[in-house]
């Protein structure tokens, strides 16, 4: 349905593969995807729940939503990252 969020229970290798297209300008962290939902728009939003891996070995891991939105005609970008608080 356009406009409504799709949640899914598994990444497809799609999914996956706008996860890293958009993901390859990130510099401090690795991110690892584990779930998804999408929404149909002009193109389609992504928001993924994902793993936070400090490259630098001092950092610790965390929980983070990252949006992406991949329109018709283009590329994939990301749109926002927020980290989930581990004190909640």
Request: no cysteine; charged share 15%; aromatic share 18%.
């Amino acid at each position: 349905m356009p406009g409504g969020w799709n949640y899914q229970a598994y990444l497809t290798p799609y999914d996956t593969y706008i996860f890293y297209r958009a993901m390859n300008s990130e510099d401090n962290y690795f991110y690892i995807p584990l779930a998804v939902a999408t929404q149909v728009v002009n193109g389609t939003n992504y928001r993924f729940l994902a793993i936070a891996e400090p490259k630098d070995t001092n950092g610790t891991p965390f929980f983070s939503l990252i949006e992406i939105y991949k329109p018709l005609n283009g590329e994939a970008q990301i749109t926002n990252i927020t980290a989930i608080d581990q004190n909640l």
